[in-house]
């Protein structure tokens, strides 16, 4: 493995704060009322606050710099958290403390992290290189390179498999980002004329040739003082760091970069974000659950929040979410989002079958070898039966041969399954994480497979203890389920009495708290 670079990674290349400068949180999307909430009693200051922030919370300290970003991802299952590391530590560990149920993907190098790396081979337009910690990578390149070349590189996508890097150095601030072989640019949150014109002249004045330079959102509210420091800081900084890393002669790490995490967030912690939001505001229960649902769904929450405030919030939520459900027997085709607490998303397509209770999905095997976990051959023309309820956290899969023979069953157990009946007319599209530990019963033989897997995410810190606990429990008792019964009716029992158990314990042990505003 190549060792981190000898002179180590030059951490004063992020450049941090500016003197008297408070830094902040900017929170962005569907979770923002509530996490502003959460921040405010960890007292967190925030950053860039928007109107409706600033309505909802009279009298909030803000700050216009934000050092952290915390928003949505793009799906609304997740928070995607970048920033500085004065500010990052602080933002995650709140989040930690408060919201118990999440699953933490956080990336080894940051975002514009700036790296030596070797490459490796050439893959069509890219290249696979080594990294310092010995992994490959793949790698956008400006010119044509040989086998064994050392190049610099900067991150552009830490949390894919593999990370996704492209040629030249970067050097990150809080108002500008460097970067080596780019040209000057703006955020798109950057849009008054005078502002652009300023900060191109400023760009004109300070670049060195070879460097470019993306301005960020905080440069629309910097001082003309403050951008003019730090962005000859930057220039210095990048200077420096061309020359140390001229030096270098194996793959190491220059420069970190921003912290980068995605928090993914069950069933269970859009719950207890439901309860921190409902101190500040009104709010049903399953309101961010049913926030992350296709529309009309997430206007339908706004409006019946807004206008239905004397009704009981746990009854409004129930009949919204039944109707969320209503579609489900318009449902004949299915996707599967599968999402690995380490690793990407993925996705099984099927028909469906049967849209009661428990829905069940079947598809058909184009390809043979062997059933991952199950070890027993796959063949083509071999049929998959997969049975899975809202808010189940098990999915079960039966493998039966082209002759209707049952080969295996394999259970999976995951964050309760939400289902979304309205981004795709006629489609189904069901999200959950896998946690890891799975149940597997072949020819009578019932086993748990890979909790120790489970146990080391818990160690690692990307899940919690409550959430490990929970999956193991789960575990052991469809064992004990499967020991006893492993026909088709049993198991769709158990997916039903599963998913009706997690709606009853997680929605009835939600503290009923009474909103400070309902404005």
């Known amino acids: 493995m190549a060792s981190d670079s000898p002179l180590g990674a030059d951490k004063g290349l992020v450049v941090s704060e500016r003197r008297n400068t408070k830094l902040g949180v900017r929170v962005r999307g569907i979770y923002a009322t509530a996490l502003t909430e959460l921040f405010e009693e960890k007292s967190i200051q925030i950053a860039d606050p928007t109107s409706a922030i600033k309505n909802r919370f009279p009298g909030l300290k803000t700050t216009e710099v934000a050092a952290v970003t915390v928003k949505d991802r793009e799906d609304g299952h997740g928070l995607v958290i970048l920033g500085l590391e004065q500010l990052y530590g602080s933002v995650l560990r709140a989040i930690r403390e408060e919201i118990k149920w999440i699953v933490v993907k956080e990336s080894e190098y940051g975002y514009f992290a700036s790296l030596k790396c070797k490459v490796v081979s050439r893959v069509g337009e890219k290249y696979e290189v080594l990294l310092p910690n010995g992994e490959k990578g793949l790698l956008y390149a400006k010119t044509r390179l040989s086998r064994d070349e050392l190049v610099t590189a900067h991150v552009i996508a830490p949390l894919a498999s593999p990370p996704v890097l492209r040629q030249g150095l970067a050097v990150t601030g809080m108002y500008a980002r460097l970067i080596e072989g780019g040209k000057v640019s703006f955020s798109r949150f950057i849009r008054d004329p005078l502002v652009i014109a300023r900060l191109s002249a400023l760009s004109e004045k300070v670049l060195k040739p070879g460097w470019g330079v993306r301005w960020r959102s905080n440069a629309a509210k910097g001082d003309l003082e403050g951008l003019l420091a730090e962005l000859t800081e930057l220039m210095h900084k990048a200077e420096k760091l061309k020359r140390k890393a001229d030096d270098i002669d194996e793959p190491s790490l220059l420069s970190p970069g921003e912290k980068l995490a995605i928090t993914l967030l069950p069933l269970q912690a859009k719950l207890l974000l439901d309860k921190v939001r409902s101190k500040r505001l009104h709010t049903i229960a399953f309101h961010h659950h049913l926030k992350t649902l296709g529309n009309p769904l ?140 799975d149940v597997i019963a072949i020819n009578g033989a019932v086993k748990i497979l890979d909790s120790d897997k489970l146990m080391e995410m818990q160690g690692s810190g990307k899940i919690t203890e409550e959430l490990a606990r929970w999956a193991l429990g789960i575990a052991g008792e469809v064992k004990e389920r499967l020991e006893t019964d492993t026909n088709y009716l049993s198991l769709k029992d158990l997916t039903k009495e599963h998913a009706s158990e997690v709606r009853k314990k997680f929605l009835v042990s939600m503290e009923k708290t009474t909103p400070k505003d309902d404005a």
């Open 298 to 437: 997430p206007k339908l929450v706004d409006l019946v929040e807004e206008h239905f405030t004397c009704c009981e919030k746990y009854c409004l939520g129930n009949s919204l979410l039944s109707y969320a459900l209503s579609p489900l027997k318009g449902s004949s085709k299915a996707v599967i989002l599968h999402e690995k607490i380490e690793g990407d998303i993925i996705r099984f397509r099927g028909k469906v079958t049967e849209a009661e209770d428990v829905i069940a999905i079947e598809r058909e095997i184009k390809s043979s070898g062997v059933y991952d976990g199950l070890g027993i051959p796959k063949e083509i023309g071999d049929k998959v039966v997969t049975y899975i309820a809202p808010f189940s956290p098990i999915t079960v899969h039966m493998y039966f041969s082209k002759n209707g023979d049952l080969k295996g069953i394999y259970v999976n157990i995951n964050t309760p399954i939400e289902i979304d009946l309205w981004s795709k007319p006629g489609w189904l599209k069901a999200w959950y994480v896998d946690l890891e530990v």
